[in-house]
């Protein structure tokens, strides 16, 4: 009977509106320590059947640490190389277009001012090597200026500059 009425008392107190905000956070801590005592008491033998080993089973196949180990990795380097594609098309329309204009004919705004060449001239892609092209992107060369890049850009700007020839 008392407890009955105690939880009605809690309840009724509750449903008023000057009440509502810190009764329902007493409410749910002190019914969350029945609950927590239940679960430490034995589970009964009759009620694990329902939880279904077999199901259990199916997400271990598919969850299985051999395959995702072997799928992580795969991922992360496919992100990786997007990552490192998506720096050097920024690196190019941040750091170089504004010279050598979007497909590298020396068309951007400071291009003609500056003679900037024409990166997709097949007579220059055929006398440079990437090694130039690398070494210039790093020592800059009249009034480009030099560029401390790390390595996977500048081996995806020069690849980039290659892709340029006879565009
Ligand atoms: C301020 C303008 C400017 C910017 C910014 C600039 N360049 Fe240049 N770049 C030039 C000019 C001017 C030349 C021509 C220099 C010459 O041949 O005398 C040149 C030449 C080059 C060459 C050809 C070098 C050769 O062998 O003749 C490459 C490759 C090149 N730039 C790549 C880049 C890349 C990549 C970036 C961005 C990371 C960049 N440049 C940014 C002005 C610029």
Request: proline share 10%.
């Given at each position: 009977?008392?407890?009955f009425?105690?939880?009605k008392?809690?309840?009724?107190?509750a449903a008023?509106?000057?009440?509502?905000?810190p009764?329902?956070?007493?409410?749910?801590?002190?019914?969350?320590?029945?609950?927590?005592?239940?679960?430490?008491?034995?589970p009964?033998?009759?009620s694990?059947p329902?939880?279904k080993p077999?199901?259990?089973?199916s997400?271990d196949?598919n969850?299985?640490?051999?395959a995702s180990?072997?799928q992580?990795p795969?991922g992360?380097?496919?992100?990786?190389?997007?990552?490192t594609a998506q720096?050097?098309?920024?690196?190019?329309?941040?750091q170089?277009s504004?010279?050598h204009?979007?497909?590298g004919r020396?068309d951007?705004?400071?291009?003609p001012?500056l003679?900037t060449r024409?990166l997709?001239?097949?007579?220059?892609q055929?006398?440079?090597?990437d090694?130039?092209?690398?070494?210039?992107?790093r020592?800059g060369?009249?009034?480009?200026?030099?560029?401390d890049l790390?390595?996977?850009v500048?081996?995806g700007l020069?690849a980039?500059i290659?892709?340029l020839?006879?565009?």
């Amino acid at each position: 009977m008392l407890p009955f009425r105690a939880v009605k008392e809690t309840t009724a107190r509750a449903a008023r509106p000057g009440g509502v905000r810190p009764i329902p956070l007493l409410l749910a801590s002190l019914l969350a320590l029945p609950v927590v005592a239940a679960c430490d008491q034995a589970p009964s033998a009759d009620s694990l059947p329902e939880w279904k080993p077999s199901d259990h089973h199916s997400l271990d196949d598919n969850g299985g640490a051999p395959a995702s180990g072997q799928q992580a990795p795969a991922g992360k380097n496919a992100a990786a190389a997007t990552d490192t594609a998506q720096l050097v098309e920024i690196t190019w329309r941040q750091q170089c277009s504004q010279c050598h204009g979007a497909m590298g004919r020396g068309d951007g705004p400071n291009g003609p001012m500056l003679h900037t060449r024409d990166l997709a001239d097949p007579e220059w892609q055929a006398k440079t090597s990437d090694a130039d092209i690398a070494a210039t992107i790093r020592a800059g060369k009249d009034k480009m200026p030099k560029f401390d890049l790390p390595d996977p850009v500048m081996q995806g700007l020069v690849a980039r500059i290659r892709q340029l020839k006879g565009s």
